[in-house]
């Protein structure tokens, strides 16, 4: 997932069995620190919310790059334009595009 969301400089942190337990990911400027306990017996006890300037250019990067699962590109009724991507280890990787705005 590294090369197809462009990350670079990644740092990882293993235990001795060899699993990361947490990572510094570089994206462009800015540092992302992806620390977590256990696993859920599904992979899935993670949502990353990464804020992009283009949302649709962004999205067709990643549907190509790779053959993993991604959802279309849709208008959240909360304010972002989002799409989102699953990583080979079951965490949801979710690009925006706007803010989210607060229930009325």
């Not at 250019?57 to 989002?82: F, I, L, M, S, W």
């Amino acid at each position: 997932m590294e090369r197809v969301l462009g990350f670079t400089g990644t740092i990882r942190w293993r235990d001795e069995s060899g699993r990361t337990t947490e990572a510094d990911i570089k994206a462009g400027p800015v540092t992302i620190s992806v620390s977590g306990g256990g696993t859920s017996k599904d992979g899935m006890n993670a949502l990353l919310i990464v804020h992009v300037e283009d949302v649709d250019a962004c999205y067709e990067h990643v549907r190509k790059a790779t053959n993993t699962e991604v959802t279309p590109v849709k208008d959240q009724p909360y304010g972002p334009r989002t799409f989102t991507v699953t990583d080979p280890w079951g965490y949801q990787w979710s690009f925006w595009q706007g803010e989210a705005t607060p229930p009325a």
